[in-house]
């Protein structure tokens, strides 16, 4: 261990210039690299090889007898990594005592009594992009630890940045600046430091704003013309590499808004709200695709309100309060984008075919057009929550003018939609435009089902219309909210366990979207029967009134013994006055499960087995439960078994399903359910049958929800209060109830 302090630092520096040669010195500071990962001191002082590697000369002359050879790149790469190495131990204080007093004492006399920080920022404007980013890399550690130790910014760092971003212009000098504030914003934004972070802010805030303005004006100019309008010159590649960096940084800024809460005043952070209709217009200007892509990820973050999200630890951008601006910027970003769509920007969207690991390639004619679907959900997510933001704004004084520019809008969705999309060509049914695009990515399904859902209610309260006409209109226009919530339910197969981990999760905005349907579920319930009428049947050509009308079809159920000849018959006819399904379908199919428990080792015999203490009759409980099929078939304990719907096809569809159910046993008596329509091998369901069976599998699928919450409520294992839910859940199942009551008694 070598002894410390400002005096025997400074006595090793003689011992430095004995290394003569650069392989001499290269090899010290890799000792020393060695020995700081380890936790122990080097065994010299490298204080003034550090301050020597990065000193700009002519490489030196190389020993004979060295069998590699090391140039003065090297040396600077090897030295920038060693500081930026020791800066950032220190700043994580995961040093032991001695070696944290060693590393401070070389710290200071590097950076006061050698001015490193303007040797590395000379280093900014290497052509080397390695050395650059090394450069950028380890004054921003320096900057962190200053802020973090004394809460003050490097002045001279603060100079180059400010001065970078008000020449504005595109190079390795304005990159390296770029990417060098944007880490410092990330660190502090992952330590959410509120006070340093507005220090930060304040310092560069009429820099940024004149660095936005030019690269993001309201008008363009034959300089930003020339560089977006020509992407194959070499100044456009450039710009792009640059305008990157700049989109990186502005997401930044954004997040830091949330993080500043309501006593920011500053107008960096609301720079990607002010300048949205210039970023849009980037996206319509013939610019590289992948500046395109990146433009569209910073609106749709920016409009759903999670810039950041990927960098910020826990809940902190969740806890931040909302800026006195916060209202007026978001409404800007709104109209920015529903005037553009008013003036057709969705035909100047450029939208190619979907990237894999290794790019991109060109589709062949025989293989299909595959777009680009992270494009796609973000243009319809812009719109959509633009819709959303727009509507919440005008309320309830909105009327039939507001109704037919919300139609207006969705139309031209749809069109941009189908153009780009071919399954959509190919389906009548625009409600299934979600489970196409989003069905891969759960927290955007989510936010568009919600954005959906708002603009639905809109469009119901200003257009006047019957409910039934109402919801046709929704079909028309892809926002039928019955719709989205059964394509939710068949793209899960109807499994109650997937939204127990959506309600869990805090990804996705699930709960927020489930609450406020299963409201409108409550009162609408007669629309929810029409509708899995008409979700299940081929191309939906039947409306919602016929749908409704065809559940009659399914008035003839039998349930048949392989020993007894005689069959047992019940029939029913739908009401419209809200009529659910036959007792008997029902309750039957309530207790099917979506997987085969007995093909499990860890299966739970429990729920396998029908009692045959009840015969088939009403059930008078409170609420319906799935274990009520229990008591309401007769027959011998025997296992149940249920084929899984297997899923969607190309439309985004359910498959038909083979409707006849069997309890499947060793013994001579197995009853088996089917229905008349059905009993030949090749004949399809008729459309009541399938309604009934959709109703009867999305109720079950909501009654396993409210057992199994009720469940971890109970043994204090749910994260939150689900007291509203379960209420709502309740009603809901006592809707199903009380219409298969009426129907039963009608």
Not at 57 to 76: H, I, K, M, Q, T
Request: glycine fraction near 4%; charged fraction near 20%.
């Amino acid at each position: 261990m070598v002894p410390h302090g400002r005096g025997s630092t400074m006595e090793h520096s003689a011992s430095c210039r004995d290394l003569s040669t650069m392989r001499e010195r290269f090899d010290c500071l890799t000792e020393a690299y060695t020995c700081f990962l380890m936790g122990t001191c080097p065994s010299q002082c490298v204080a003034c090889v550090i301050f020597s590697g990065l000193v700009p000369g002519e490489d030196r002359e190389y020993a004979p007898s060295e069998n590699r050879r090391v140039n003065s790149a090297e040396l600077s790469c090897i030295s920038m990594s060693l500081v930026e190495k020791i800066t950032s131990n220190l700043t994580s204080r995961s040093l032991s005592p001695a070696v944290t007093l060693y590393c401070v004492e070389m710290l200071t006399v590097l950076f006061q009594d050698m001015d490193l920080m303007s040797l590395l920022m000379q280093q900014f404007q290497a052509e080397d992009q390695i050395i650059s980013h090394l450069a950028a890399k380890t004054v921003s550690t320096w900057v962190l630890y200053q802020l973090h130790k004394s809460g003050t910014v490097s002045p001279v760092w603060q100079q180059k940045c400010v001065q970078a971003f008000y020449i504005s212009l595109p190079g390795p000098e304005l990159d390296t600046c770029l990417w060098s504030l944007t880490e410092v914003l990330k660190r502090l934004l992952k330590g959410a430091h509120q006070e340093i972070l507005w220090k930060l802010l304040a310092a560069f805030d009429s820099s940024l704003s004149t660095l936005c303005s030019k690269f993001l004006p309201k008008e363009r100019d034959e300089t930003t013309r020339c560089l977006v309008d020509h992407p194959s010159s070499s100044s456009s590649g450039r710009w792009g590499t640059t305008f990157c960096l700049l989109l990186d940084l502005l997401e930044l800024l954004t997040a830091c808004s949330v993080i500043c809460g309501a006593g920011i005043c500053l107008e960096s952070p609301r720079m990607t709200y002010v300048h949205s209709s210039a970023l849009l217009m980037t996206i319509s200007c013939p610019s590289e695709y992948f500046v395109k892509k990146r433009v569209l990820l910073l609106l749709k973050r920016a409009v759903l309100q999670k810039a950041g999200e990927d960098w910020a630890l826990g809940e902190v951008l969740l806890t931040g309060l909302k800026h006195k601006h916060f209202d007026s910027d978001m409404s800007v970003l709104s109209q920015s984008v529903l005037t553009a769509v008013a003036t057709d920007w969705l035909h100047s969207v450029q939208v190619e075919s979907s990237s894999f690991f290794g790019g991109t390639r060109s589709i062949r004619g025989e293989e299909g057009q595959k777009p680009d679907c992270v494009m796609l959900r973000a243009v319809s997510l812009l719109l959509l929550k633009s819709m959303e933001l727009h509507i919440q704004t005008a309320g309830r004084t909105a009327g039939v003018d507001s109704f037919t520019e919300v139609s207006g809008y969705l139309q031209s969705l749809w069109g941009f939609l189908r153009r780009c999309i071919v399954q959509l060509t190919e389906n009548s049914h625009r409600c299934c435009w979600v489970s196409l695009l989003f069905g891969e990515q759960d927290d955007d399904m989510m936010e568009a089902a919600k954005a959906l859902f708002s603009i639905f209610l809109h469009r119901r309260m200003c257009s006047g219309l019957e409910d039934f006409a109402v919801l046709e209109a929704a079909c028309a226009s892809g926002c039928n909210p019955h719709c989205h919530f059964l394509l939710l339910l068949q793209s899960i197969s109807f499994d109650h366990s997937i939204l127990l981990d959506f309600l869990i999760s805090t990804e996705t905005c699930f709960l927020e979207y489930f609450v406020r349907y299963l409201k409108f579920l409550r009162a609408d319930w007669q629309g929810f029967t029409a509708t899995c009428g008409r979700i299940r049947l081929p191309h939906f050509h039947l409306s919602l009134q016929q749908s409704l009308t065809a559940l009659c079809a399914a008035d003839t159920l039998k349930v048949t013994c392989k020993d007894e000849p005689d069959q047992v018959k019940f029939s029913s006819c739908a009401q419209s006055t809200g009529a659910t399904s036959p007792v008997g379908r029902v309750s039957l199919a309530a207790g099917f499960h979506l997987v085969e428990y007995d093909s499990s080792d860890e299966s739970d015999p429990e729920n396998m087995e029908v009692s045959q203490d009840e015969p088939v009759t009403v059930c008078d409980k409170s609420t319906f439960s799935a274990l009520d099929v229990k008591q309401e078939i007769s027959g011998p304990p025997v296992p149940i078994r249920q084929k899984q719907y297997e899923a969607s096809d190309s439309t985004g569809l359910l498959s038909q399903p083979n409707t006849t159910l069997e309890r499947r046993a060793e013994g001579p008596s197995l009853p088996v359910l089917q229905s008349e329509q059905t009993s030949g091998p090749n004949m399809a369901p008729q459309p009541g049958q399938v309604a009934w069976e959709t109703l009867a599998r999305a109720v079950v699928c909501m009654s396993e929800l409210r057992e199994v919450v009720t469940r971890l409520q109970t043994n204090k294992l749910f994260p939150y209060n689900p007291s509203s839910l379960l209420k709502l859940l309740a009603q809901v199942e006592n809707c199903s109830k009380l219409s298969r009551f009426l129907h039963f008694n009608k």
